[in-house]
């Protein structure tokens, strides 16, 4: 129904505007348009304004500090977290070093003749047990672990890489306060998960496989060859994944040094790709696509396969494709960051310091990066100044509606005045007093003795008008003819009605049906063609 | 005239509406997150990142969802916070948009308000091929649907089919004899004889045979077998002959040695080659791998064979029906909307096989037991899987399955079940090795079997 309504409003504004070429506006049209023309040119001013202040270009702008505070804050908390657990971790080695160093000598053994105990190794490590679980739940680790460099059977052949290990892992590192820690048991003696509890996990394993973690190895022989303090010595692994298991990882890993400063083992914490993303994934409802990385940086490359993602799965480099990202200035507010044959992504970046100045791997950088895919980006931009020219668009609508309820509220009331001034009985009043004034003034004007003015009045000579005027009157009833003869003699319709002794409204009635046979509009027509009729009498009496 | 203003104002608000407000439906141009927790760690992690991802990756981006894991835990610890939402506990978490639940747990949160039904978000056609027995057990008793049907599990028989067959061909014991839980037992007495022979030297020294992950799960479904129930409304039913046969064939190999007495998962057990066979979950069959390791880490690789769950003598053929479903919180329609369609996708067959084949689980559709299963079968890698996928439309044709009964003190009777029988059978197992320094086996197991099941039907009434 509205609909059908706006279809007419729409016609209607059509033909008044088709008739306005032929007769001119009409009212109501030309205040619409007056009024569309001067709120459309304050919009138009606003749009300039908005222009030359550079509003539509300012998305990429604002985008950057907002993602730089982001990246700032994600850095902090990173630096801290992984920085907290480094120093955990170098408390633990101290500890587990000294712890057992003593149970060792407490057996007749030392670190340097570990390999020699191979029947000691499962009970050196049960006795470590508590230490390192209760290690593991004051971190901000998903594991811990402790490496001794000797294996329970020499004489197997995988020997050389195999190492005596019990490895835990938090399955909810996540976990609400004041929850126990839900541990298993990932490489150790089955003997140890069995007498303390503790559920192993489907990939366990008795020993660890040295060959598959080769930093656990490196670690060692640095250790060995430069004598550095626990707290230099420490390691940041690059994203990885255990034997056997597909979940990412990254270990931080402090060698065992006896007081002798024999290397005999590492221990450390683990943190989980799972315990990354549900603590560094960037929560800002405003950047969907928005996901942080902790990478490992090759001159200008993030080397993707040692990084730990944090994000939607659907925003970020899917695993299978880890490889590396090629950093270059994007050309505008972001650095651009391409996969080779891949996506390219915009975002940010800001190096963290995972080492002391003065440690073995100070060398090593690493940065957190926050971005996005271009595409993301893009949207996110556009969809500010989309939003703005939708506003003005309502604006405009708006606009439209106001210009045309206006008008026609404005334009309603005189129309309708005009309209009065063509009936009979001026009495009633507009409310408007300029009209109300004309109506008076007509009435007045209608009220003067139409004999005694001097008008205007047709040609002298009788027109075909005139003559079928006088022609109708023959047309008359006798209760009309009575009528008009008393207007001939100049009565007013007042007067009539007293003198025929009829109502007003009688009187009106066959006001209508003499106006109808006589062929005129009005009653001052009607008084036209009576003092044309009088007129002619004069000049054919004239004549005579 | 009014009316005419009033319509035009109507008109042009709603205009100005649509144009600022949001849609019920869903857009890809404005993604909407929902989060997941999920009991699935380890390998099952990497088959849910990957699935998840995939969905991200099509249909979430084509329709503009994407699943956020939020939390991975134990099962018991995820139902443990579910609680606490339930509960209103101070220092409880937000409810995930999407939860692997229990009907347990899931009858708490909906008490609360707290789930919305999914009836409304499936069609009758869609909601039909999947199996009614699982869907059954996933609408709670206001007839609606809260637990969808996702991660189902039956217990299964994994035997250690390379130890096994040295035991049979040195004792004529075959693998058909398992099929009941009198053959079992008396395969458990054999084998504990059997091991004690390897080491003249030392006696008692034998080896278990069998242990089961939950023995109140083999009561329940023993008692179902013989046609009757465990359950008595709330309360348990252990004063009849049929929960008497079923505690003498589980005591006897018990105490003797056959059977071990462990509170722990028996797949533990078994990639040491401490015990040759055990019933447990589906759903455990990845923790049993393809090597077993000794204490001095030689390893030996070693096959399983993947039986249907055993009978008792004379019993039908009925399994457990396990394992959660996935619950939707109740939300946003749009939220609600977005959670559903990842469980449409989640549960479609082809998707549905794919997890099936990496976990264990059952599939929960009737299509996918038709159309899929045998090409999975023959495609898949896991031998162990494939051996398990076989059993599983054994037992779907010919298994009945039995669900556990729902009501609050459920899994309170259930601890207090297992604790009860380890506690018994552990000290009847320590009387009967004290008691064989000086008797013949046969008078010391009597000795201490005797009152046994007297003390354990007394525990459970004294709820100790």
Known sequence: ?544 | MKKKYIIWTVLLLSVLLSGCGQTKGLNPKSPVTITLWHNFGGQMQATMDEQIGEFNATIGKEKGVIVSVTSISSSAALQEKLTMIARGDPGAPEMPDITTCYPATAMLLADKGLLAPMDGYFTDAELMDYLPRFLEEGRLPDGKLYVFPFAKSTEVLFLNQTLFERFSSATGVTADSLATFEGIADAATQYYRWTDQQTPDISNDGKAFYTADSFFNLAQVGMEQMGTSLFDGEKLRLNTPEFEQIWNTILEPAVRGGYAIYDGYSSDLSKTGDILCSTGSTAGVLFYGEEITYPNNTKEAVEYAILPYPTFEGGKRIAIQRGGGLAVAKSTPEKEKAATLFLKWFTAPEQNMRFVASTGYLPVTGRAFTDHMEREISENSNPNIQRLLRTAITVHEEYDFYIPPVFDGFNTISASFEASFLAITEQRREQYMESLKTMEPDGAFERAANGALKEFIARQTEGR
């Open chain 1, 1 to 544: 129904m509205p609909k059908q309504r706006l279809m007419e409003i729409v016609g209607l504004y059509r033909e008044a505007i088709r008739r306005g070429g032929q007769n001119g506006l009409p009212m109501r049209l030309r205040l619409f348009l007056f009024l569309i023309l001067f709120l459309n040119t304050i919009m138009l001013g606003v749009l300039l304004i908005l222009f030359s202040v550079g509003v539509f270009k300012a998305g990429l702008l604002e985008h950057r500090p907002v993602l730089e505070r982001e990246l700032m804050h994600y850095t902090a908390d990173i630096y801290k977290s992984f920085g907290n657990l480094s120093v955990q971790t170098v408390d633990l080695a101290k500890e587990l070093s000294a712890g057992l160093e003593r149970n060792l000598k407490e057996h007749g053994g030392s670190a340097a003749s570990l390999q020699e105990n191979p029947d000691l190794l499962e009970h050196l490590l049960e006795e470590e047990l508590d230490r390192l679980t209760g290690a593991l739940e004051r971190s901000r680790g998903s594991g811990v672990f402790l490496l001794l460099d000797a294996t329970v059977n020499p004489e197997l052949p995988g020997a050389k890489d195999s190492r005596a290990c019990l490895y835990l892992k938090n399955m909810e590192p996540n976990i609400i306060n004041g929850m126990a820690a839900n541990l298993r048991l990932s490489f150790g003696p089955m003997t140890i998960a069995r007498n303390n509890g503790i559920h192993i996990l489907p990939q366990w394993q008795m020993e660890f496989d040295l060959s598959e973690m080769p930093c656990f190895t490196e670690l060692m022989a640095a250790a060995r060859e430069q004598k550095l303090p626990f707290s230099r010595l420490y390691r940041w692994s690059e994203g990885t994944s255990l034997p056997g298991n597909s979940e990412r990882i990254m270990l931080c890993i402090v060698p065992l040094i006896a007081s002798d400063g024999t290397v005999f083992g590492v221990c450390g914490f683990e943190v989980s790709e799972m315990l990354f993303k549900l603590s560094h994934t960037p929560g800002s409802e405003s950047y969907d696509h928005l996901f942080c990385l902790l990478s490992p940086l090759e001159e200008n490359t993030l080397r993707l396969s040692g990084a730990l993602f944090a994000g939607n799965f659907a925003a970020g480099p899917n695993a299978p494709e880890h490889t590396k990202m090629e950093i270059s200035s994007g050309g505008g507010e972001f650095y651009r960051y391409q996969q080779p044959e891949k996506e390219s992504y915009a975002g940010l970046h800001q190096t963290v310091s995972l080492y002391p100045a003065d440690s073995a791997y100070a060398d090593e950088q690493w940065v957190v990066a926050l971005m996005m895919p271009y595409q993301g980006l893009n949207t996110l931009i556009s969809a500010k100044s989309r939003n703005l020219i939708l506003g003005l668009l309502i604006l405009m609508l708006v606009n439209i509606g106001l210009a045309s309820f206006i008008s026609h509220k404005y334009v309603h009331p005189v129309a309708a005045a005009l309209e009065h001034l063509k009936e009979p009985n001026l009495t009633a009043k507009t409310k408007i007093p300029e009209i109300d004034d004309l109506i008076e003034f007509l009435a007045a004007h209608d009220a003067l003795p139409v004999s005694g003015e001097k008008k205007e009045l047709p040609a002298r000579e009788p027109s075909a008008l005139y003559l079928e005027f006088v022609r109708n009157i023959r047309t008359l009833s006798a209760a009309e003819k009575s009528v008009f003869d008393l207007y001939v003699q100049g009565h007013k319709a007042k007067e009539i009605a007293e003198i025929l002794c009829l109502s007003i409204n009688t009187i009106k009635t066959h006001n209508r049906r003499i106006y109808m046979k006589l062929n005129v509009t009005s009653r001052k027509e009607l008084m036209v063609y009576i003092q044309m009729m009088e007129e002619v009498g004069c000049a054919n009496a004239g004549n005579k």
